[in-house]
DNA sequence: CTACCGGTTCAAGCGAGCTTGAAGTCATTG
DNA sequence: CAATGACTTCAAGCTCGCTTGAACCGGTAG
């Protein structure tokens, strides 16, 4: 059984985060031992799958509905799969832009441009056609 | 010539967003016309940039150094590839986890758990090695 | 017994990225 | 001339994801 600050140290986190996850409904209330909290050592499995998602972009909020295990009240995993199947493709579009942006990282330092937009690497022509791109997607 | 309102509804943002841009130094200060701020069409060249660079994950202030011409003061391209050189293998890495994370939801798909750590799909086996993964790169 | 260490709660603060509100300016329209 | 509407500045507010500080409690060591 560990305390909140042997849990932190060796998630590399602060004690304050942990509470503050467990406030948030990320992490379940652990028992307690003269008040203070105690976790059993699969908090570490829940502490990176939250660190994960928070990674891949993910708000909190969405981790929660995530990592949460709906007990009873609930379908079962659907509410879950629910939300995998509406993230994932937000998920690939994000990885795209990622890709994208890879791309105009490597070749720009090919090129001798002083600034990004007076750069062809873009693809964009610099004028005209900008406020067609501008509009990609965001909504 | 562009009023700030122009801009704005083009671009999908608000008026707000851009004066912001313009006091941190995203976007150059255009000029005036009786006191009012009057665009030229590549601006939305630059906010496609901006756009573009924020959901690719950088700050604004990183965004700022990618995207604002350091005009004289400064060797060359040079500061701008050597942002680009240190952000590759940021974004590389992003893309990675962004990747991981994709298997975990398709995975997660087709199989009956609950809840994301009762589930094999991430291969951790939900304790003991744990605390070892909990420390992946985050820092 | 006292000190100290690490836990506890609660409220407030912080940085990022904007938005909102108040108060004022300016051009056009009736 | 007065109203309208879009602009201006400036300061304050808001959301997210925590951190920090004040005040307190409990167990162990000297």
New binding site residues.
Partial sequence: ML????V?RQAG?????????ER?GLLPE?H?V????RYDRDVFTRIAV?RMA?EAG????E?RTLVSGFPEATPAGDRWRALARRKLPEVDAMILRLMTMRRVLEESLMCDCLTLDACGVLGWSSAGTASTQAKTDLG
Avoid at 34 to 37: E, I, K, N, T, V
């Fill in positions: 305390t909140i600050g042997d932190a986190l602060r004690p304050s985060a942990i509470r503050y996850y948030v652990p307690r003269g008040g203070q909290r939250i928070q993910f708000t909190l909020e981790i």
